[in-house]
């Protein structure tokens, strides 16, 4: 089993930056993707950033130039900063870590999900 676990949400006005850290521990062995996700109020869970053990990286176009993902293989850890925020990236964000094949999620894990309120 893999346990994820995400910090560094909060609370930021529109144009300021906050960074999100993932760690997934546990059974590791295997993982070779990390991964954000967003949720809004009443929204479906999206993703956000991808980060791959072969160090390539993929954004949705929402955030792109704005957001950057990055890791630490060693230590299954990945950041997400983000600057400029903007009131429409509010909601809760997820980190997923697992195994991908061709971009496709083999096995998955969930973190508890962290919440980013960008005020206007």
């Known amino acids: 089993q893999v346990q994820v676990v995400e910090s560094g949400g909060g609370l930021v006005q529109a144009g300021g930056s906050l960074r999100l850290s993932c760690a997934a521990s546990g059974v590791t062995t295997g993982v070779n993707t990390m991964a954000w996700y967003r949720q809004a109020p009443g929204n479906q869970r999206e993703v956000v950033a991808t980060f791959t053990y072969d160090d390539k990286t993929d954004y949705a176009d929402s955030v792109r130039g704005r957001f950057t993902i990055s890791g630490d293989k060693g230590k299954n850890t990945v950041y997400l900063q983000m600057n400029s925020l903007k009131p429409e990236d509010t909601g809760v964000f997820y980190c997923?870590?697992?195994?991908?094949?061709?971009?496709?999620?083999?096995?998955?894990?969930w973190g508890q999900g962290t919440q980013v309120t960008v005020s206007s």
């Open positions: 997923r870590a697992g195994f991908t094949h061709s971009t496709n999620w083999i096995r998955g894990y």
